[in-house]
């Protein structure tokens, strides 16, 4: 059991002024995103008060069990936690403001209360991004890599080559590929030789010694999910979201 809100139902205004450090009157919950749920759980609260930001963003773990196992498996409740107290107070890379958060250990519940990036447009990964966006990330991304170079002072998260890490990649790619080659053979073909396919077809056979190479070396804390889908562009840069 947890001694903090785990869903947004059970939020209350006294919860959020207590944790906000200023007096919600009341406010309401808008659910974002059809897809928002696969791993988290994404609200948007209204909030009426005398101060602070009309709109702050809830997210929890998401309510469908097989894929909070999958998120719990990979830690990843836990290194969204530890990101947003450790890591982004101390890096210049522009990511929501956290007012708040909270995780149990014992059994994975968090919640985090962050920025509503409002004025700041999605990106789209079906889309796709101009140069001129394409290098904004590459700038973000890069500083985030470069003021957590060989990160000492975080011990806690955990690295991405964990025996399980391991396996879930190799049975992921197992199960997952055949069905690409299946579903979209069409597209598959107008875009690889035969022999880049059958290339793919021995990545079980070489995940392993792909993560050696990438762990053979300074490890910086990484986003773990950079794609579009993730990334908040306005004028004057991106944020992003997800770690």
């Known amino acids: 059991m947890s001694s ?3 869903s947004p139902e059970e939020i209350s205004a006294k919860w959020l002024t207590d944790k906000l450090g200023y007096e919600i009157e009341s406010f309401n919950i808008e659910a974002l995103g059809e897809g928002g749920g696969l791993l ?3 609200t948007r609260l209204h ?3 005398s101060e602070g930001p009309p709109t702050l963003i809830a997210k929890f773990p998401t309510k469908t069990e ?4 999958v998120a719990t498996t990979y830690d990843m409740y836990a290194r969204e936690y530890r990101f947003y107290t450790q890591v982004a107070p101390n890096v210049p890379m522009r990511s929501p403001v956290c007012y708040h958060s909270e995780l149990n250990e014992q059994n994975s519940d968090f919640v985090l209360l962050l920025e509503d990036l409002q004025g700041f447009e999605l990106g789209d990964q079906v889309k796709g991004c101009n140069v001129e966006q394409a290098h904004q990330v590459i700038q973000s991304i890069s500083s985030l890599h470069r003021n957590t170079w060989q990160p000492e002072q ?3 998260i955990k690295p991405h080559d964990m025996p399980y890490q391991r396996d879930g990649m190799v049975g992921g790619f197992l199960v997952g590929w ?3 080659k299946t579903d979209f ?3 598959l073909e107008a875009v690889f030789t035969p022999q880049q396919i059958g290339l793919i077809d021995t990545m079980p056979d070489q995940i392993n010694r792909l993560l050696d190479i990438i762990h053979d070396g300074p490890l ?3 986003h773990g999910d950079l794609r579009l889908d993730n990334i908040f562009f306005s004028k004057d840069g991106n944020a992003l979201v997800d770690y």
């Open 154 to 156: 975080i011990t806690d």
């Open 47 to 49: 909030l009426k008060a």
């Open 4 to 6: 903090f809100p785990t």
């Open 178 to 180: 055949p069905v690409v």
């Open 220 to 222: 910086v804390i990484g």
């Open 40 to 42: 988290g759980l994404v």
């Open 66 to 69: 097989a894929n909070r196992a």
């Open 185 to 187: 053979a069409d597209v």
